[in-house]
C-alpha cells in the first residue's frame, strides 16, 4: 500500500530529476503545488509545455533566441562590437556577462566545455564555427570566458591551438581575490590566478 498518492509520488520524482534537486528537495517542491490550489501549478505546466516550441538558437552565436528568430538581438546589434567576441561554455554564461554591463562585444556559446571523462570531444562543440566566425568578422580578439577548471582551461587551450597563425589577441578572464577576501584566508589557487590577473596603476 503506497504511503503517498502515486499523483504526488510521480511529481516528486519528476522533480527529483532535475540538476541539483535532492529527495528532500523534490518533496518540498511537491508538496508546494499541492497545498497551493492557485494558478502557480497550471502556470508551470503551462510555461514546460511551450519551452522547446518557444526557443531556438542563434545560427550565429548559438545563444538562446526566441523560435523562430535566427539571429540573437547580441549579434545584429549595430552598437556591438564584432571584432570582440566572449567565448563561453554555455547560453546562461552570456546573461552573467550581459549583468555586468561592461562587455559590449558578441558572444560565441560553445554548447559545453572538452571533458573526456563525460564523453565530450572537440568536435562536438562549436569551436569550429568560431574559427569560421573569426575569419568572416575579422576578429581582433575573443575572451575566453570558460571556468577556471580542467575542462574549462583543457578547452581554453584547444581553441588557443585551432587558431594557428591568425592575429587574433586572445584574453582570459580574470581570476583571483573577491573583494573583501583577505589575503590569510585565501587559498593558493586564488592568490596564484590573482597575481596573474594583476592590474598596473
Known amino acids: 500500500m503506497p504511503i ?3 499523483a504526488l509520488s510521480d511529481l516528486i520524482d519528476a522533480f527529483g530529476l532535475l ?5 528532500r528537495t523534490a ?3 511537491a508538496y508546494y503545488m499541492l ?6 501549478p497550471e502556470k508551470l505546466a503551462s510555461a514546460l509545455q511551450k519551452l522547446h516550441a518557444g526557443v531556438g538558437q542563434c545560427s550565429k552565436t548559438f545563444a538562446l533566441v526566441p523560435a523562430g ?3 540573437s538581438d547580441l549579434y545584429s546589434d549595430p552598437s556591438r562590437d564584432k571584432t570582440i567576441v566572449a567565448v563561453v561554455a554555455e547560453p546562461f554564461d552570456v546573461v552573467a556577462l550581459e549583468k555586468t554591463a561592461q562587455f ?6 560553445l554548447g559545453g566545455l572538452v571533458s573526456p571523462i563525460d564523453g565530450i570531444s572537440p568536435d562536438q562543440l562549436h569551436i ?6 573569426i575569419d568572416s568578422d575579422k576578429v581582433k580578439e575573443i575572451i575566453l570566458a570558460t571556468n577556471a577548471s580542467v575542462e574549462g582551461e583543457s578547452t581554453a587551450l584547444y581553441i588557443r591551438q585551432e587558431l594557428g597563425a591568425r592575429k587574433v589577441k586572445v ?11 583577505d589575503l590569510e584566508y585565501a587559498d593558493q589557487l586564488t592568490l596564484a590566478r590573482a597575481l596573474e590577473g594583476r592590474t598596473y596603476l
Do not use: N
Open 128 to 133: 569550429a564555427e568560431l574559427i569560421k566566425r
Open 27 to 29: 518533496e518540498r517542491y
Open 19 to 23: 540538476p541539483g534537486v535532492g529527495p
Open 35 to 40: 497545498k497551493h490550489d492557485g494558478d502557480t
Open 104 to 109: 559590449h562585444g558578441t558572444y560565441h556559446v
Open 4 to 6: 503517498i498518492p502515486p
Open 171 to 181: 584574453s582570459r578572464l580574470a581570476r583571483g581575490l573577491s573583494v573583501g577576501v
Open 69 to 71: 528568430q535566427d539571429i
